[in-house]
C-alpha cells in the first residue's frame, strides 16, 4: 500500500515535468519556424535584388517601372535585416536612377543636342553606374551583402 502511495506522490512532479518538457519542446519548435520563416523572407528579398541587378544588366536602361517594383518588393527589409541593407538597396535603387537619368539624357550624332549637354559628363555618369552594376553580380557583391544573413552554416 505504501508503494502505490508513493507513486501517487511522485506522478503529479512527473506530470509538471513532462509538462515542462513539452512546453520546451515547443518552444523550440517555434524558434526554428521563426527562423525558417524569416530566412524565407530574406531570400525573397535577396532574389528580387539579384532579378532586378540582372533587367539591369540586360540594356542598362532600367525603366521607372521596374524601380517602382523593385522598390515596393524590397520595401520589408528594413523589418528583416540590419541597416546595411536598407542602404545598400538603397544605392542600386539611386545608381538606377542615375543611370537611367544618363541614358535618357544621352545623344548619339544623329539626334538634336539640347543646350548645355555634355556628352563626356553624360557617357562617364553612364559608364561608372553600368560598372558599378556590373560589379554588383560579376564581382560577387550582393552575394557578399547577403551572406551573413542567408548562410545556413552558422
Do not use: C
Not at 125 to 147: I, P, V
Amino acid at each position: 500500500m505504501t508503494a502505490i502511495k508513493i507513486l501517487q506522490g511522485l506522478l503529479t512532479p512527473v506530470i509538471a515535468l513532462l509538462a515542462i518538457y513539452i512546453a520546451w519542446q515547443q518552444w523550440q519548435v517555434n524558434e526554428r519556424k521563426y527562423q525558417l520563416d524569416l530566412y524565407e523572407r530574406r531570400l525573397r528579398v535577396y532574389q528580387e535584388v539579384v532579378a532586378f541587378l540582372r533587367r539591369v544588366l540586360r540594356d542598362f536602361k532600367p525603366e521607372i517601372t521596374e524601380l517602382q517594383a523593385f522598390a515596393a518588393s524590397t520595401a520589408e527589409a528594413d523589418f528583416i535585416f540590419d541597416p546595411d541593407i536598407p542602404a545598400y538597396l538603397d544605392e542600386i535603387y539611386k545608381r538606377a536612377l542615375a543611370l537611367r537619368s544618363a541614358s535618357n539624357q544621352y545623344r548619339d550624332m544623329f539626334q538634336p543636342v539640347p543646350p548645355g549637354y555634355d556628352h563626356k559628363k553624360i557617357v562617364d555618369e553612364m559608364h561608372e553606374q553600368e560598372m558599378w552594376f556590373t560589379d554588383q553580380l560579376g564581382a560577387g557583391a550582393t552575394k557578399q551583402k547577403f551572406k551573413e544573413y542567408l548562410d545556413v552554416r552558422r
